[in-house]
């Protein structure tokens, strides 16, 4: 049986190549954690902050991982109702990855990256287990998930 981390290990063969996979053995499911595991700065990493708009449609805002999502701030960008956050379940069912592991693209929703995040040259995100990150360059994340770029952070 395939693990959440090889899913997303083929998926980045097939589509950004250029990718860096890295499977840690300690948790790196908080910034905290995620930047110890990796020894880079929390500047470094984005947070997927997975919600569902009225629609019971997914909507993703990547934001730096010091930065805070503000659901009105996605509702007015995307010119709907302010979303709720996803629970654990239905992040799980409509990305495919648990919590803590979520990547930045691979599966189907609406993406909005936060303009803070373009700022870097790559990032670090979610690399499909609480165990994993990927390093990725930033433009190559914005064209992996057909982001929207717009302020989403409060």
């Not at 997303?8 to 990718?19: D, E, R, V």
């Not at 648990?98 to 670090?124: H, I, K, M, N």
């Amino acid at each position: 049986m395939k693990t959440y981390e090889d899913k997303l290990s083929a998926y980045l063969t097939g589509q950004i190549p250029s990718a860096e996979h890295l499977v840690f053995e300690q948790s790196c499911h908080s910034v905290a954690e995620a930047a110890e595991a990796a020894d880079a700065s929390p500047d470094e990493l984005v947070k997927n902050v997975c919600m569902v708009d009225s629609d019971n449609n997914l909507i993703v805002a990547i934001v730096r991982g010091a930065d805070r999502v503000s659901t009105s701030r996605v509702g007015k960008a995307l010119g709907v109702e302010r979303p709720r956050m996803a629970t654990f379940d239905e992040v799980l069912e409509k990305t495919t990855y648990p919590c803590g592991g979520v990547p930045s693209f691979g599966y189907s929703a609406v993406f909005l990256v936060d303009t803070r995040v373009t700022e870097l040259e790559s990032v670090l995100s979610g690399g499909g287990s609480e165990r994993a990150l990927v390093r990725v360059n930033t433009k190559d994340l914005l064209q992996a998930n057909n982001a929207q770029v717009v302020r989403v952070r409060k």
